[in-house]
């Protein structure tokens, strides 16, 4: 009986225009090759936390099967880690700086078998994260680590939307 209700109300939310979480509805990606981007950002590591985050993005996602070799792949994933910006986001006259704010920007381009080219508008591929700041300085390596983590899967998922929009129309 309760399979009977669980798929009524899926097929009731599916009218609705509902999709499952993760799902990407008519939006098939196919097999997607990530390059790891070039790092223009000054700090060593950058680029391979960006490619790190598209490659699970990627994963991720219903209807994209990530590929090593660009001959296989349907999409390559390609670009460039712009400047990262560190700076004091917050102030006390104690302890100096309470809070940093990392602010990271791409440039990404998918290119389609075919030759067509997807490039991600620069004003959705910037984005900031604040962290805060410790007397110890791994804690504080560490802070400004995960907020490099946070904004990188957020910039990951954002591209692949856009793709995802390209491609299903």
Request: hydrophobic share 45%; charged share 25%.
């Amino acid at each position: 009986m309760w399979k009977v209700c669980l798929a009524a109300a899926l097929l009731a939310a599916a009218g609705c225009g509902y999709t499952l979480v993760g799902s990407s509805g008519k939006h098939v990606l196919g097999r997607v090759a990530v390059h790891t981007p070039e790092n223009g950002s000054g700090h060593a590591g950058v680029e391979l936390v960006v490619a790190d985050a598209l490659r699970r993005e990627v994963i991720s996602r219903a209807g994209a099967q990530l590929v090593e070799d660009t001959a296989n792949a349907d999409w390559v994933v390609s670009g460039r880690v712009l400047p990262l910006q560190v700076s004091a986001a917050s102030l006390s006259p104690v302890v100096l700086t309470l809070e940093y704010q990392l602010s990271l920007g791409l440039e990404l381009r998918a290119t389609a078998r075919d030759g067509r080219e997807v490039k991600a508008d620069p004003r959705e591929m910037r984005e900031s994260e604040r962290f805060l700041s410790s007397g110890d300085v791994e804690a504080q390596r560490k802070n400004r680590q995960e907020a490099l983590h946070r904004v990188s899967r957020l910039l990951a998922a954002r591209f692949l939307d856009r793709l995802g929009e390209e491609q299903g129309g």
